[in-house]
């Protein structure tokens, strides 16, 4: 280590920066490494490989640069392809010192901060889960297009008046497709539209014909043709999703429950969660609130490996679930827990506003917690709680069990008895209980 301006030490003496942006990149090497030790490149792979090419001829081993929208994907993967060491950095912590304006300056200022260790790069799972991410983060840009399609389905049968939707919940259902086909095939009778309706569904034949009354129209019934049409093949594209996640995961667990010619009975769903369970060593569906839409989910941003993370507490504080403590003059000023943007701090949310309507000891913590602090800080507590037994699941391979809501409302009692009884003792007094 090489003593650096003032008394900081120069940790990283083999350092570049690099400012990205949308048609150049700037990218700064130490003074010493090239007569010119700063150079700007073009965003085309064949300029992102010689930048490559340029950082081994001035033998930089690690490099640091700004998440800039999606245009350091490219660069961060063809580097991390060339065996730099790639540290991806938050913007907001490189923008509290001020006076930078150019490009040029940002790619030395990032350079010299990476120089003196004073950047902290973000969590970046392996490619295996990058890529798992990435099928699932397309999946449900392709689940918000059904949604898009579907509404547009119910409006143009609501604008001839055909309430279907008023009789059945999901339109999209096995009923709600049938009676919907066969309208676009010409079938008007309303008796005979309500016959093709599932034994599941509770209203009777005669309350759905009675909702399929309509007054048809030709514009409109061409406008719901072609909703169904995109409704189709939207469908069709989710399904080669589930497909190729479902070989990612094999991926991950490599390849040993690799059932690519697995010819039973079983839907894409029920083999992604075998996979899943195999991936994980163990059932987190165990825990209340997680299903395997949300366990794909948190896999896909955190990824399996929990030795990122010391501690369960250390992993709830990078989700930003914990309470973040600010501390003057000896007091708590606030507990608020930080704001950060993260998908899967999301989803352990979601699986806590789940978790918070069953009758587990989960269910019981959060109703508890939303009488005294409210529904909002009730979620994130419970989401700390559900990610904690997550992590530790994760770590150990020991499968969750509950005791019930019956269990923690005893031990929730026994809890606060023991501290009454340990403050009445410290006044000289004791309880002792009614006798009834």
Known sequence: M??????LEQINIDAAGIDIGSEF?????????????????????????????????CRIKTVAMESTGVYWMPVFQILEANGFEVLLVNARHIKNAPGRKTDVVDSRWIQQLHTYGLLQGSYQPEPVIRKLRTYLRHRESLIKSKTTHTQRMQKCMIQMNIQLHKVIS???????????????????????LAQLKSSRIRNSADIIAKSLEGNYQEEQLFCLRQEVEQFDYIMGKIQECEEIIEKTLGEMDGGKNDNTDDKSDKTTKEKIKEKLQAVCKVDLTEIDGLDINTIETIISEVGIDMNKWPTDKHFGSWLGLSPNNKISGGRILSRKSKKIVNRAATAFRLAAYAAGKSDSSIGAFYRRLRVRIGAPKAI???????????????????????????????MYKERVLRNFKQKAAQFGFSLVPLQV
């Open 2 to 7: 090489r003593k650096g301006r003032g008394d």
């Open 25 to 57: 990149h700037y990218v700064a090497v130490p003074e010493d490494r090239a007569e010119q030790s700063i150079r700007k490149f073009g965003c085309y792979t064949a300029d992102i490989e010689g930048m490559a090419k340029w950082l081994k001829e």
């Open 170 to 192: 999901d339109i999209t259902g096995f009923t709600g497709m049938r009676i919907i086909r066969s309208i676009l095939d010409g079938e008007r009778d309303p008796l005979k």
């Open 380 to 410: 994130t507590a419970t989401a700390y709680k559900i990610a904690r037994l997550f992590y530790m699941c994760m770590k150990t391979g020991m499968s969750y069990k509950d005791l019930g809501s019956d269990y923690y409302e005893k």
